[in-house]
């Protein structure tokens, strides 16, 4: 029988020299942001059947249940810095824990963001990651920064989680090949922390956020609290190499309102377009002009040609559904 | 319905100006801690049917989520700042989350604790706080610095919680008024937090942890951690009212192994008897001296007369069980 204790020691405890002053195995972890910085803070909470299918692989999950954490340092541009980890478990089944804290570590280790702390406890398989990051004062891409006048942009590729999603709920008749190619976007995001950090210190964009609900659901946050509008152009959407073999109605749909994406969403003046181009081949990674931010308020769809489209797509809902 | 965004307007965002620079609506909050403080961090989960009873009143369960977190900043001596809660609820209720928020908020503001951010999700009832506090560098209470010789000190009382659970699952026979007066100290415990903050920045003391397994289990990780040991006299430990009308035998076994006690355990050098009596009375919390840090290891009972007393006691282990 595995116990707490050993549990914690035997997969969370790491050998190695980290920036807490005091990590795990006291009442509290110890930080010393360093001077004059300011600290960004993000939770989020993994629920087994609600955000990912029981029996997900442990690895996986690992690397997701930090991934969304670091996706909204990205969208904050903030410097990743730590983070706690509180487990709720079934059991302590060891193959389960190698697997969960592998690749959770992989990530961590891939970012210089260091366990300090955290809760284990027995319990429906939960898990709640709280992250820590380091801004310079002033530097936040905040969601109430948007102007209107600024470029929409996306970051990599939308809507191939969703289409793995609706693969595997038989929504959509998906090949093998084509199923095998969106699924890692479902199973092991890549969060943009490099072109976060990147658009934040060097002032580039205004506002941003992570794309997690859906596009459509999501940037409505930035237009609420910038009280500014926006016109989107679907068919600029930049698709998933999966959802980009799919017919134009779905490509649309799972683009606008798929979810589960960890893309950010930001806005930047049209003066910066070379400087955010060039940001994103340093990061390697793409970013697609998308649309505009507008005066009038509302979001506004507009189609490839530039025709006006009525879109019947909103974002998720953990109470209400989609 | 309540949605998501209706629900976290509506029972956590508050009209009122707090410390976070950012506080709810944004990828992250933003933190400025004060020049030069380290920064103390601690997560606790808490799960229905683990933690609390299905059913459990939500006001004191506001209360207790946030007190056993803020006991972790008391027993580093860490001053409180801010926290995040992730909450994972079966539906949106709004009788629930009115008892709720309000015990959460009382607690919070009494402490001038602020909610800055985290995540609300559809689940089995799960909530999980980490928690933020600022400490000058070199002041915290750490485990790893009992020595020999420190007299060794309980804030409070003990067993109390341990016998109102014990008077739910009727594994002993409460006189309803006993169980009245112990409830109070399982469902609405107060975190220690003055008392922390003074013996870290008066340095008064040298070790801490709060008891929340049970002392007998949890002055193990100061033993362990400091490379010392204890011999503690078990009619010292200082009894809850309702524990205290109890037979002997009883007393001892919830006095030492109890668990949900959230006072604190401390190590202090004998010269600081006086200044540590004073700063309970400053605080208002009682402090009882039960024994002392030895060099040689290992965790010795003896009783009241001071003879050797081998207790059947342990802490409690969320995978192992009691």
């Not at 060097?202 to 609420?224: K, P, Q, T, V, W």
Request: glycine letters at 12%; one cysteine or more.
């Amino acid at each position: 029988m595995l116990s707490e204790f050993d549990l914690i020691k035997q997969y969370f405890v790491r050998d190695r020299p980290g920036r807490a002053v005091l990590g795990i195995g006291d009442d509290c972890a110890l930080l010393a942001p360093a001077p004059g910085m300011q600290l960004a803070v993000s939770s989020d909470m993994l629920v087994e059947g609600r955000h990912f299918f029981a029996g997900a692989d442990p690895f996986a999950l690992g690397h997701k249940c930090l991934a969304v954490n670091l996706s909204d340092l990205a969208a904050m541009g903030a410097a990743p810095l730590g983070f706690t980890l509180a487990l709720a478990l079934p059991a302590a089944e060891r193959a389960w824990l190698d697997g969960f804290s592998r690749g959770l570590f992989a990530l961590a280790d891939a970012h210089g963001c260091e366990l300090v702390g955290g809760d284990t406890t027995r319990g429906p398989l939960t898990v709640c990651i709280t992250i820590f990051g380091e801004l310079a004062p002033g530097r936040a891409l905040r969601r109430d920064a948007a102007r209107a006048g600024d470029d929409v942009w996306i970051s990599g590729t939308l809507g191939d989680a969703r289409l793995a999603l609706a693969g595997y709920l038989d929504e959509v008749a998906l090949a093998p090949a084509d199923l095998a190619l969106a699924a890692p976007r479902m199973h092991v995001p890549t969060p943009r922390v490099a072109l976060g950090r990147l658009l934040a210190d060097e002032g580039l964009a205004h506002a941003a956020l992570d794309i997690s609900d859906g596009l459509a659901g999501d940037i409505g946050h930035i237009l609420a609290a910038s009280r500014v509008g926006a016109i989107l152009d679907v068919d600029a959407l930049p698709a998933g190499p999966a959802l980009a073999r799919q017919p134009q109605a779905l490509r649309r749909r799972f683009t606008a309102a798929g979810g589960d994406d960890y893309e950010l969403c930001f806005t930047a003046p049209a003066d910066r377009r070379a400087a955010i181009l060039a940001a994103g081949e340093r990061c390697g990674v793409a970013v697609t002009r998308v649309g505009a931010i507008t005066a009038a308020p509302g979001l506004r769809w507009v189609d490839g040609a530039g025709a006006a489209l009525a879109l019947a797509v909103r974002g998720w809902d953990h109470f209400g559904g989609a």
